[in-house]
C-alpha cells in the first residue's frame, strides 16, 4: 500500500491530478461524495469526465446540498454527463438542521487495483485549485479492506432507501432550485458580496490592519476559456493568459500537460544566484510573452535572458535570471505562479516547512508512468534541473 499528501496550493493542486487520473486510462470506474459542487469547479474537469465515460468508464457522483454552497448550474454540469454513458449523480441531504452532508472521497479503481483519495477538497474552483486543502491518496487493491469498506460507504450515501438520497433527473433539479436547496451561482455571489458589505458596515469607520501575509494564488483557465472565478462568457482574459488555455505542448514532455498555470522547480544555481530555465520550458505556453519574472518575496521583477555562446554560433543556447533569494540555500526549490499580474515566483530550501512538501511533488513526479518531473540530465539528477506542471 502507497501513500502520497496532496498540499495545495503550495506543491499541489488538486483538480490538475483529478483530470489526470480521469484521462489516464489506467481507471475503469470514478466514484466521488463530496459536500459542494459549482460550475467554477466542473467547467475545469467536464472535457476529462466526457473522455473518461466515452472510453466505456464508470462514473457516480453523491452531491450535498447543505450551507447553500451546491449551485444550480454544477449540479447541471453533472446531469448533463447522464446521457454520455454509465453517470449517476445523486443528492445527498438530512431535513435535520443538526446534520451537514460533508463528506469529500473520490476512489479511482480498476479490476485490480484502486486510488483512494480522501481530504478536504470539494469540487469547487477554490477547492480543486486556490484554497489551502490537505487530502491523502492511497494505493490498494481492490479486495482490500480499506477499500471494501470506503466503497461500502460510498454506497450507502447514495442509497435512495431512507429517502436521504436521490437520484438526479431533470424534475429534481428543478424542485431543488424551486424550494431552494440551491441558488444559482450569480445570487450566489450577490450574497457573498453583500455579506462582505455588511462586514464592512460594521467595522464603521476603522480600517482594520492585516494581521497576515498575502500569497499569490491562482486557478488555472478553464477549458472553456473564461477568466477563473468569473462567469462563462467572459471576454476580459488577458491576451498572455489566453495563450496557455488548453492543453499544453511542451517540447521534450512525455505528454500534453492538463490545463495548469503553476511549474514546480529544482534549480541548481550559477554563479552565485544566476538560474537557468531549461530551453523546453522556457519555450512552453507557460513562459509564452514573458520577458520577466516577479518576486513573491519582495515583489522585485527579474528579467530573463538569453546567452548566445560563441560556442552555439551565435544561437541561443539557454536562458538565464537573477533570482537572488537562492543566496546560502543548500538545494533551492521554487514555485513558479502565471497569474494576472504576470509569472510570480516564490524560493525555498528543499529542507525549510515550505520547500519539502515542493521536492516531495517534485520526487513524487519521477515515480509517475510516464514520468511528469522532467530532469535536465535524466542519467545524473543531483547534477539536474527539474521541473514539473501542476
Given at each position: ?32 461524495a ?55 449523480t ?15 472521497v ?51 450515501w ?20 424551486q ?38 494564488v ?56 544566476q ?13 509564452r ?22 560556442r ?9 535570471v ?10 533551492p ?19 525549510s ?38
Amino acid at each position: 500500500m502507497m501513500a502520497i499528501i496532496y498540499n495545495q496550493a503550495l506543491a499541489h493542486r488538486f483538480g490538475i491530478a483529478l483530470a489526470g487520473l480521469l484521462e489516464s486510462g489506467e481507471w475503469t470506474a470514478f466514484e466521488a461524495a463530496v459536500a459542494w459542487v459549482r460550475r467554477s469547479g466542473t467547467r475545469h474537469l467536464l472535457p476529462s469526465l466526457r473522455k473518461f465515460l466515452a472510453g466505456g468508464g464508470e462514473v457516480r457522483f453523491t452531491i450535498g446540498v447543505d450551507i447553500e454552497n451546491t449551485s444550480k448550474e454544477g449540479l447541471e454540469d453533472l446531469l448533463s454527463l447522464c446521457p454520455l454513458g454509465n453517470c449517476k449523480t445523486y443528492v445527498h441531504h438530512n431535513e435535520s438542521a443538526l446534520v451537514t452532508f460533508h463528506p469529500k472521497v473520490y476512489l479511482f479503481t480498476n479490476s485490480t487495483n484502486a486510488r483512494l483519495i480522501i481530504g478536504s477538497n470539494n469540487l469547487t474552483e477554490s477547492g480543486l485549485f486556490t484554497n489551502t486543502e490537505v487530502s491523502l491518496q492511497i494505493d490498494a487493491s481492490v479486495p482490500d479492506a480499506l477499500i471494501v469498506d470506503v466503497r461500502k460507504a460510498l454506497v450507502s450515501w447514495r442509497d435512495t432507501s431512507e429517502g436521504l438520497a436521490r437520484e438526479l433527473d431533470a424534475s429534481l433539479l428543478t424542485e431543488l432550485v424551486q424550494e431552494k436547496y440551491v441558488l444559482t451561482e450569480e445570487v450566489l455571489r450577490q450574497r457573498r458580496q453583500a455579506s462582505e458589505k455588511v462586514g464592512c458596515a460594521d467595522a464603521g469607520t476603522h480600517a482594520p490592519r492585516k494581521l497576515f501575509a498575502t500569497k499569490v494564488v491562482t486557478a488555472p483557465i478553464p477549458p472553456d476559456g473564461t477568466v477563473p472565478g468569473k462567469p462563462a462568457g467572459n471576454r476580459g482574459l488577458r491576451k498572455p493568459l489566453r495563450r496557455i488555455a488548453g492543453m499544453l505542448k511542451v517540447p521534450g514532455y512525455p505528454h500534453p500537460v492538463a490545463i495548469t498555470n503553476v511549474v514546480l522547480m529544482r534549480i541548481r544555481p550559477a554563479r552565485g544566484t544566476q538560474v537557468q530555465l531549461p530551453i523546453p520550458l522556457r519555450d512552453s505556453a507557460f513562459f509564452r510573452g514573458a520577458s520577466k519574472i516577479v518576486s513573491g518575496h519582495d515583489g522585485v521583477a527579474r528579467v530573463i535572458s538569453a546567452t548566445h555562446p560563441k560556442r552555439a554560433k551565435g544561437a541561443v543556447n539557454t536562458h538565464k535570471v537573477e533570482i537572488p533569494e537562492t543566496r546560502g540555500m543548500a538545494i533551492p526549490v521554487m514555485r513558479l505562479d502565471r497569474s494576472p499580474m504576470g509569472i510570480v515566483y516564490y524560493v525555498y530550501d528543499a529542507g525549510s516547512a515550505q520547500g519539502q512538501p515542493i521536492a516531495d511533488s517534485l520526487n513524487a513526479g519521477r515515480l509517475d508512468k510516464p514520468p511528469t518531473t522532467i530532469l535536465t540530465k535524466s542519467k545524473d539528477p543531483n547534477h539536474s534541473q527539474w521541473y514539473r506542471f501542476v
